[in-house]
C-alpha cells in the first residue's frame, strides 16, 4: 500500500455555507485514521474558522 502522506490530497477539506463549517476527512484508503498530515489539516481548518467572525457551527463528517 502506498504512503498516504505521498500524495497531493489534502488531508481535509473546508467547505463553508453560509454560517456553518463543514469539515470532511479525506483518507478514504486509511479508513480516515488520524495521522500528523490529518491532525495539521484539522488545525489549519479550526484556526480559518475561529478568524471568521460569521460562523457560528462547525461539523465535521
Known amino acids: ?16 455555507r453560509g454560517s456553518i463549517a463543514i469539515f470532511t476527512l479525506s483518507r478514504p484508503r486509511a479508513l480516515n485514521s488520524v495521522n500528523g498530515e490529518l491532525v495539521t489539516a484539522a488545525d489549519n ?17
Do not use: C, K, N, W
Open 1 to 16: 500500500m502506498a504512503d498516504e502522506s505521498s500524495t497531493t490530497e489534502p488531508a481535509a477539506f473546508y467547505e463553508r
Open 45 to 61: 481548518l479550526i484556526e480559518q474558522t475561529h478568524s471568521d467572525a460569521d460562523i457560528r457551527v462547525v461539523t465535521g463528517t
